[in-house]
C-alpha cells in the first residue's frame, strides 16, 4: 500500500468513527463527545474515559487506546484487522466503547 493510499482508507475509517459518534449521541443516551485533531480522534465518554484513535503513517497502521490496552490494525486489502489477531478494527471498537460507556454501541463504516 503506498502512502496515498494508507491516508485515503484511514480517513475513510476516521470519517466513519466520527459519523458513527453523531449518530450513536442521536439514537441512544451514551453521550460521546468525539474531538478530531489532524489524524487522531478522541472519544470522551460521560464517566470521562476515553479512546484515542490514532494514525500512524509511517507503519501504514491505525492504532487505538482503550481502557481493555492498546491495539494496532492494518489494512488487509478488505478491512482493518488486528495485527495479533484480536479481530476487525469496527467490531473491537464497537466492543471497547460499549464497555466504557456501559451500554451497546455499534461503531461501523
Not at 484511514?10 to 458513527?20: H, R
Not at 474515559?49 to 490514532?54: D, E, G, K, L, M
Not at 489477531?85 to 464497555?99: I, K
Request: hydrophobic share 40%.
Amino acid at each position: 500500500m503506498t502512502d496515498s493510499e494508507f491516508m485515503d482508507r484511514a480517513e475513510i475509517l476516521l470519517k466513519a468513527v466520527e459519523a458513527s459518534c453523531d449518530r450513536i449521541n442521536d439514537q441512544t443516551h451514551a453521550d460521546i463527545d468525539n474531538q478530531r485533531t489532524g489524524g487522531m480522534v478522541t472519544l470522551v465518554f460521560s464517566n470521562r474515559s476515553q479512546i484515542v484513535i490514532n494514525l500512524q503513517k509511517p507503519l501504514h497502521e491505525i492504532w487505538m487506546a482503550a481502557k481493555s490496552g492498546g491495539y494496532h490494525y492494518k489494512f488487509d486489502s478488505a478491512q482493518w484487522m488486528d495485527t495479533k489477531g484480536q479481530g476487525e478494527f469496527f467490531s473491537s471498537l464497537s466492543r471497547y466503547a460499549s464497555d466504557q460507556a456501559g451500554c451497546p454501541l455499534v461503531f461501523a463504516i
